[in-house]
């Protein structure tokens, strides 16, 4: 991944330029490692770096960049540049632990960072205390270029993952075998039945699968409701869908596989097409890069009136924390996703998890369907003639609402939206030449075309067509809408032109989760990379993740937060019940595997539950609440009354001193989201209020801003069902 080359048949070596010179086209970036290094530690004195515009945003040592601790002499910040990235101007500092001042700026002239390698002669970092004793730290400086692909795929999470972190001792994911036998469950077990213990969801739950997905889709600004129009959510009709059974590939040993990125292969072609081919298998997703493919490259713009401070996270998560602040969500470009497939293919399916992802990430995102505003113009009674390629009325009227949405989308991104997903057939190249000249100069243009060959899943995605679609909401007869669908289906296929213009994402039988490939084509930048990344780990595999917090603590007992405390009398009660629950829910999927976070009481709330592998994720940790961790909420208002009052104005980008915001924690969390969207056996996360807050934001497609009030209550069990129909909620009450 960096700029190593590789080794011909002679023996000699080649390629390490031209890799070079294919990353700087292809949009590639700079991994900038730096580190300094003391052995003498002198109180608490943390190091960090500040300076010009694009590394911190001015030369307020109020607003340095935390280093973080690497091991006990030794302090890194990783971020991530372009190649060709203005100078970064820069000094080390020193801040104490527990405020902000005095600061101790290291002497010397200020150091320049251009193209990942420091200019001038190496020096040592300087710092004179107050005493005139002088510190010295050793400065060091490691550059890797990595592509838009491989930084989606959280580079440096693939080298660093499993590997024990030398301050805490324990690795940031660990898996513990099944055990053979655990404790007995005794009184604390659920005499009656699951269904007793449900209680009423919110009204704002994750229940997308009772609604039409294309209703959920933005509403039209030119064009006026009529009555009965379907802008109101449509539910789904009472029906039995037979759906095929995927085929089951577990591991059998008890351990679960627990990768992020794929392993890279020599290009394969089709069609003569130059691009990137993703074959995905059964295990992880690999990923083929070709040095000629052609490219796009985005106008990357920094926004220097940014003020927002990077979250204090370290790795994976501070580099995608540094690129989404100097190339992500504010900078100054639009990007159009346009779906193309045949009817029945998962299109808006699609496009609902691409936005849901793609929002909660805190990209501006809005799906746009034009079989929306088809139904609202023309009403919903139009036959399969409609859809003749050789019914001019119909080929003028679907090209008109079509031209209608692209505008609405286009209005939108001028006022300040950044991702539009364009959710059509857009089957043939006259109709996708229409919107690329309707988007020249004012957002750039990826196809996204989903293809599906399985005879299975495509009659599958008919019926439920014909169950869910407004389109035949009117149609008594179910056998009559099916085949008026399937003739409009043949419609559409007689004419079907695929996509081999412009930036393009193939996604060929990817539905299942089981092999598949994507190929991708004139792609770069850093947010397509994260998209392709996310299509890559996704699929349409039913099954229950289950969220809940861990047993009461005894600092819920007193009312602190953070810490690492051991359950509570009431606490120990709850974990017995919900391994009682687990037992019976999960009896017949020995598959599940139990998710916690590193801290004992989650550990502590899983331990009865026996015959699943366990596995530890740093990521799931609590939000972390800085110098406030283990102080009640009176007594932050007492002691820091200013921390209290800012904290209570803005809870979502509110990061505790020393600590993180939910901000913070929504980086930290997004390799969780991919792994759990690999999954294809149930899914048990034991973890903290603030961390399934926002995991629960993510299915229920809940607005950032909302993630600090969602309700989590403790003893209860939130299970989304996850499926070709979209997001099911149910809640278990287990105690009071």
Request: net charge neutral.
């Amino acid at each position: 991944m960096g700029t190593g080359a590789s080794r011909n048949a002679d023996g000699g070596l080649h390629g390490g330029e031209e890799r070079e010179e294919s990353l700087d086209q292809a949009g590639g970036q700079l991994y900038v490692s730096l580190k300094m290094e003391n052995y003498k530690k002198k109180g608490d004195l943390i190091p960090h770096v500040y300076g010009s515009v694009p590394l911190v945003g001015s030369w307020d040592s109020s607003k340095a960049l935390s280093m973080e601790r690497e091991s006990t002499s030794m302090w890194e910040l990783s971020f991530v540049v372009p190649p060709n990235h203005e100078t970064l101007d820069f000094k080390f500092l020193l801040k104490p632990k527990h405020g902000y001042t005095p600061c101790i700026v290291e002497e010397g002239p200020n150091r320049q960072l251009i193209g990942g390698t420091l200019q001038g002669d190496a020096r040592l970092a300087l710092f004179k205390l107050d005493n005139e004793e002088v510190l010295e730290y050793r400065v060091f400086i490691k550059a890797d270029r990595v592509s838009p692909i491989d930084l989606a795929a959280s580079w440096r999470a693939y080298q660093d993952n499993l590997l024990p972190s030398t301050v805490r001792g324990i690795p940031d994911v660990s898996i513990d075998a099944v055990p053979e036998t655990g404790p007995e469950n005794g009184s604390s077990s659920l005499e009656l039945d699951l269904e007793h213990y449900v209680v009423p969801a919110p009204s704002t739950s994750a229940n997308s699968g009772l609604v039409y997905a294309a209703n959920l889709a933005e509403n039209p600004r030119s064009i006026t409701f009529a009555g009965g129009c379907c802008d109101q959510p449509a539910t789904i009709k009472e029906m039995e869908v037979v759906i095929p059974d995927s085929p089951k590939v577990y591991s059998g040993s008890g351990m679960v596989e627990s990768k992020s990125v794929g392993t890279f292969s020599p290009l394969q072609k089709q069609d003569n097409h130059r691009g990137l081919f993703v074959d995905r298998g059964v295990g992880s997703p690999r990923l083929a890069k070709s040095s000629s493919s052609t490219t796009f490259s985005f106008d990357l713009k920094l926004d220097s009136q940014n003020k927002n401070s990077m979250p204090a996270a370290a790795g994976a998560v501070a580099a995608a924390a540094v690129a989404d602040q100097m190339l992500g969500p504010k900078e100054d470009r639009h990007l159009a996703l346009v779906l193309v497939g045949l009817p029945a293919r998962g299109k808006t399916f699609t496009a609902v998890k691409l936005t849901r992802y793609l929002r909660w990430l805190g990209h501006d995102t809005k799906h746009f369907n034009v079989g929306k505003y088809r139904r609202l113009k023309h009403g919903t009674n139009q036959s399969a003639d409609f859809f003749r390629a050789d019914n001019p009325e119909g080929m003028e009227a679907r090209n008109e609402v079509a031209a209608l949405a692209m505008d609405d989308m286009i209005a939108w991104m001028q006022d300040g939206g950044q991702v539009g997903i364009f959710d059509a057939t857009n089957s043939s190249r006259s109709r996708r030449n229409m919107l690329m000249k309707m988007a020249e100069g004012k957002c750039k243009i990826i196809f996204l075309e989903t293809i599906c060959n399985d005879e299975r899943i495509i009659e599958r995605n008919i019926r439920l067509k014909i169950q869910q679609s407004p389109d035949y909401a009117e149609e008594p007869d179910f056998e009559a809408g099916l085949q008026d669908f399937r003739t409009r289906l043949a419609n559409y296929e007689k004419v079907y032109e695929p996509v081999d213009e412009g930036s393009y994402i193939k996604m060929i039988d990817m539905a299942s989760g089981h092999g598949g490939q994507i190929q991708v084509n004139n792609i770069s930048g850093y947010l397509p990379g994260r998209i392709v990344f996310f299509l890559v780990n996704t699929h349409l595999t039913p099954r229950p993740i289950f969220l809940t917090r861990h047993g009461e603590s005894r600092h819920n007992v007193r009312g602190r937060i953070g810490g690492d405390s051991v359950l509570s009398d009431t606490g120990e009660i709850y974990m017995k019940k919900l391994a009682n629950f687990v037992e019976k829910r999960l009896k017949n999927e020995r598959a599940a595997s139990i998710w916690t976070s590193t801290l004992q009481r989650t550990i502590l709330t899983a331990s009865p539950i026996v015959g699943f592998p366990k596995i530890q994720w740093r990521a799931l940790d609590e939000i972390n609440a800085g110098v406030c961790d283990g102080m009640t909420y009176e007594e932050i208002k007492k002691n820091m009354p200013e921390e209290y009052e800012s904290r209570k104005k803005d809870k979502l980008r509110y990061r505790y001193p020393r600590g993180e915001s939910y901000l913070d924690v929504i980086q930290r969390l997004e390799p969780v989201i991919i792994e759990l969207e690999r999954q294809r056996a149930p899914v048990v996360v034991i973890s903290h209020q603030a961390v399934l807050r926002a995991l629960y934001a993510y299915f229920a497609d809940r607005p950032l801003k909302e993630i600090p009030h969602i309700e989590v209550p403790l003893h209860t069990i939130i299970e989304i069902q996850m499926g070709v129909t979209g997001v099911q909620e149910k809640r278990y009450k287990l105690m009071d």
